[in-house]
């Protein structure tokens, strides 16, 4: 009997430790007491992804593979590389990598890229006119399309700056705070993405190198309105794949892929395949069910697609533009719509090719020739990603297991689509890099996880020390590049002129200072602005404005000065007939670097 109870305790105490669950974290430290196991128990529960919950016990299997490999006692240097040590040590990673999100985003971005960019300066122009009276610079009220140039911006930019003009004026920071801010969460939707679908290891990863890859960095510091279009597409994801463990937060991934169509027009046509594909794909998951949540969120998408469909009938001809006291769906002066067309498919391809492979598209606010948009090293890992992602969706398919996978593999040819229906350039095809990104992370997963997870140090190390490269040449040699291209301290020089030179009747301002900027830093009274404006081209698709108000923006260097007006002028004007006018004439210099502004002999 005494044999046989002994026998019974030991199968008893083998089935309960059959049913303590493996930690998800490398962890090197022994478990030593009862109540420490307790604890890991306690905190696997809480952590546990959604591929522990809902896939089969394969996943369930590798995870616990890892636990017995992060289990095993090294020696020498692979011991001292762990950088995944415990629990509290990624606590402190993702505090560092949020840390060097913000600041690599946030420090001089008053100065670099620039002082203000055109594109900038309109939507500016645009919040501030909303802002004080509801409508844009063409008079529309509250429009859901910015007509600007005439050939038409996207909106959502505009309205995402209008509370920082409100705080802090019309000031190039102010206005690039919006698209700063969307770099950063972002990234944080990456994470959170990565950790529900993969594991917190790989999220960290993905996370710290999506934050430092020069495209991310460089897009989130200028506010051109189409680069908000990644940040919306990846919110819209995160709330996507939060909804599979709570449907409420469908309604939010709706609200955000709607918000979307308002980022960058040119998407229309693929954000279909990223929504239905995802929606399709959950359903065959059995992750959607038919309840008030999905009504709602499908309504809340619908109501935000109405006025963009609106927007194509009145452009089209269809329908007579529409003005509503809290809507306008504008006629624009020039409709863009055969930007988006098959007929150009395999050349537009080809430059889609160049620049995937070459992380270059020549434009120096896009990416740089020194350091490309992903680092130069990064192709063979995008490849082995790309190929491994493939892999691995259909493993998971085939186990009807949610795959992170899917949702990369699908944005990604959702990405292709679009640049081989436009003519392509790094920021019109901006939805493909995410996914470009993640494929390069996940190849360098695939090869650390090979040899030993621990190793993943080495591929950390040397693209931190490629990103410290790159901050230097970012803030010394780009910061002078860009200075020339985004009107280096413009902003001084229209506001000295706007504080001024109230009681001068005419001002005479450079054509070289595009008039959106100076319509933006002057704070020009739209009304005003709309009763004097003199274009001289119109109609056109990019028009151009001689005059407005009291401001004439046609200089020719060889004119004389009156001795009355005021000139705001740039370097290239230095030593032409109008300068030694000025100065025979005895003007007072205000100096701002790249611009003067010259005033009269009687304000002296």
């Known amino acids: 009997m005494s044999k046989k109870k002994k026998k019974n305790s030991q199968s008893q105490n083998k089935q309960k430790n059959s049913q303590n669950p493996k930690s998800n974290s490398d962890v090197n430290i022994e478990v030593k007491s009862v109540e420490k196991?307790?604890?890991?128990?306690?905190?696997?529960?809480?952590?546990?992804?959604?591929?522990?919950?809902?896939?089969?016990?394969?996943?369930?299997?590798?995870?616990?593979?890892?636990?017995?490999?992060?289990?095993?006692?090294?020696?020498?240097?692979?011991?001292?590389?762990?950088?995944?040590?415990?629990?509290?040590?990624?606590?402190?990673?993702?505090?560092?990598?949020?840390?060097?999100?913000?600041?690599?985003?946030?420090?001089?971005?008053?100065?670099?890229?620039?002082?203000?960019?055109?594109?900038?300066?309109?939507?500016?122009?645009?919040?501030?006119?909303?802002?004080?009276?509801?409508?844009?610079?063409?008079g529309y009220k509250l429009p859901m399309y910015l007509t600007a140039w005439g050939s038409g911006m996207n909106a959502l930019e505009t309205y995402l700056e209008i509370p920082f003009i409100a705080m802090f004026g019309a000031h190039n920071w102010a206005i690039r705070i919006a698209p700063a801010i969307c770099g950063v969460l972002s990234l944080l939707c990456l994470y959170?993405?990565?950790?529900?679908?993969?594991?917190?290891?790989?999220?960290?990863?993905?996370?710290?190198?999506?934050?430092?890859?020069?495209?991310?960095?460089?897009?989130?510091?200028?506010?051109?309105e189409s680069n908000l279009a990644p940040a919306f597409i990846m919110f819209g994801l995160y709330f996507m794949v939060r909804g599979i463990e709570n449907e409420k937060f469908y309604i939010a991934s709706a609200a955000m892929y709607g918000l979307s169509i308002y980022a960058y027009a040119a998407m229309w046509p693929v954000l279909p395949i990223i929504i239905i594909g995802e929606v399709i794909y959950l359903i065959c998951m059995k992750k959607v069910k038919f309840s008030k949540f999905t009504i709602i969120s499908v309504l809340v998408f619908v109501v935000m697609v109405i006025p963009a469909l609106l927007f194509i009938l009145v452009n089209k001809g269809y329908m007579e533009e529409i003005k509503l006291p809290f809507l306008s769906i504008p006629k624009l002066v020039y409709f863009r719509g055969s930007e988006v067309s098959f007929e150009n498919i395999q050349e537009n391809?080809?430059?889609?090719?160049?620049?995937?492979?070459?992380?270059?598209?020549?434009?120096?606010?896009?990416?740089?020739?020194?350091?490309?948009?992903?680092?130069?090293?990064?192709?063979?890992?995008?490849?082995?990603?790309?190929?491994?992602?493939?892999?691995?969706?259909?493993?998971?398919?085939?186990?009807?297991?949610?795959?992170?996978?899917?949702?990369?593999?699908?944005?990604?040819?959702a990405g292709l689509v679009l640049g081989a229906l436009i003519n392509v350039n790094v920021n019109r095809v901006n939805i493909i890099h995410f996914p470009i990104i993640i494929a390069i992370v996940y190849g360098i997963w695939q090869i650390v996880k090979l040899i030993n997870k621990k190793v993943v140090i080495i591929p950390v190390i040397v693209y931190m020390v490629m990103f410290v490269r790159f901050e230097k040449f970012y803030y010394t040699d780009y910061r002078e590049t860009m200075d020339g291209?985004?009107?280096?301290?413009?902003?001084?020089?229209?506001?000295?002129?706007?504080?001024?030179?109230?009681?001068?009747?005419?001002?005479?301002?450079?054509?070289?200072?595009?008039y959106p900027i100076t319509l933006f830093y002057l704070e020009e009274d739209v009304d005003t602005y709309l009763q004097t404006v003199q274009f001289n081209n119109y109609p056109a698709a990019f028009l151009g404005v001689n005059a407005f108000d009291k401001y004439n923006l046609t200089v020719d260097g060889s004119w004389d000065a009156d001795g009355t007006s005021v000139y705001l002028l740039d370097y290239s004007y230095v030593n032409s007939n109008l300068y030694n006018s000025l100065m025979a004439l005895g003007y007072q210099v205000e100096d701002f670097g790249r611009y003067a502004v010259y005033m009269p002999p009687q304000a002296q």
Not at 355 to 377: A, M, R, V
């Open 37 to 138: 196991s307790v604890k890991n128990v306690s905190d696997d529960t809480k952590n546990t992804n959604i591929k522990n919950k809902n896939s089969g016990s394969n996943t369930s299997k590798n995870k616990n593979q890892d636990s017995k490999n992060s289990g095993k006692k090294e020696t020498g240097v692979l011991a001292k590389l762990n950088i995944f040590a415990s629990e509290k040590c990624q606590k402190v990673y993702f505090i560092l990598i949020f840390i060097i999100s913000v600041l690599s985003r946030f420090i001089s971005i008053n100065t670099v890229p620039g002082n203000i960019n055109q594109d900038e300066a309109f939507a500016a122009y645009n919040a501030f006119t909303i802002l004080k009276t509801g409508k844009d610079c063409f």
């Open 192 to 224: 959170g993405i990565a950790k529900r679908l993969v594991n917190k290891e790989f999220a960290l990863v993905l996370y710290f190198l999506a934050s430092i890859m020069p495209w991310h960095v460089m897009l989130s510091r200028w506010a051109l």
């Open 349 to 413: 391809f080809k430059n889609l090719m160049n620049i995937i492979i070459g992380q270059n598209d020549k434009l120096p606010w896009n990416s740089t020739e020194e350091f490309g948009l992903y680092y130069k090293i990064s192709l063979p890992f995008m490849i082995v990603g790309i190929i491994a992602l493939i892999v691995q969706l259909v493993k998971n398919f085939k186990k009807k297991e949610i795959s992170f996978e899917f949702f990369v593999l699908l944005n990604l040819i």
């Open 485 to 514: 291209m985004f009107n280096g301290n413009v902003e001084a020089a229209v506001s000295y002129v706007r504080e001024n030179t109230k009681d001068y009747s005419n001002v005479f301002i450079t054509g070289n200072i595009s």
